[in-house]
């Protein structure tokens, strides 16, 4: 990737007359092509690396991966509740229930909330087969909630999700992130739980939250050894 001096300066964080000072002295590597000059970004970042400069950029994407790694699974689940007996004769109804349990979401939110798990139903099936959804908004509810939140909801009766293996859905994990990248990462660990064919039935026998909890930190920990 090739950036201009105004670029580099933003990414160094310094004055451009620095930088400049810095190129006439040799001190900083710089590309020609023909007349105009320019920097490459990956010797940029070894440079800097070596000089014990830091990126703003290379900061950011380090504090929002800390960011994230920090948001547990678990935390996540217990944020978001555990909750049964979720009537319903269809999807929509069956979200509608479910958006109407979140009391961390205001009345506004819960409907903007619902419109978009509803778009992403339509686009596709949420449900993953062996009869669990996994709904979620198609872009981050940054401007509705300060922390990512899964809640898990256990339908009254199944309810035919037009899942891939046919099976009608009597679980699903509503999913709102605060970032993209929250989302994937976050989902990666629920996807590692609900391809395990010993939770699927764990999940059926309906356990509580703090059972449910214990279970998903054993996920975790054998996930990170």
């Not at 979720?86 to 009391?103: C, F, H, M, Q, Y």
């Not at 809640?151 to 199944?158: G, I, M, V, Y």
């Not at 605060?178 to 939770?199: A, I």
Request: hydrophobic letters at 40%; one cysteine or more.
């Amino acid at each position: 990737m090739r950036l201009t001096l105004q670029e580099t300066a933003k990414l160094l964080d310094l004055p451009i007359g620095m930088v400049e000072r810095w190129i006439r002295q040799g001190r900083i590597p710089i590309s020609k092509s023909g007349e105009d000059c320019y920097f490459k970004k990956a010797v940029l970042e070894k440079w800097a690396l070596t000089h014990n400069l830091s990126l703003s950029k290379m900061r950011v994407d380090q504090q929002e991966t800390e960011a994230i790694a920090s948001v547990s699974l678990r935390s996540a689940m217990e944020f978001g509740g555990v909750f049964h007996k979720i009537p319903g004769e269809n999807v929509k109804e069956v979200l509608d229930a479910v958006v109407s349990r979140n009391t961390f979401l205001n009345e506004p939110n819960k409907k903007l909330l619902l419109e978009r798990l509803i778009e992403r139903e339509n686009l596709t099936s949420t449900g993953i087969g062996n009869g669990v959804a996994l709904p979620h908004p198609r872009t981050p509810l940054h401007e509705a909630i300060k922390q990512p939140a899964i809640s898990t909801c256990f339908l009254e009766k199944p309810v035919d999700f037009q899942a891939m293996d046919g099976k009608p859905v009597f679980v699903l994990f509503l999913l709102i992130s605060t970032s993209v990248k929250t989302h994937l990462h976050l989902l990666s660990g629920l996807s590692l739980c609900v391809r395990d064919p010993s939770f699927i039935t764990f999940l059926h026998s309906r356990p509580d939250q703090k059972s449910l909890m214990e279970r998903i930190a054993l996920f975790e920990h054998a996930d990170n050894q």
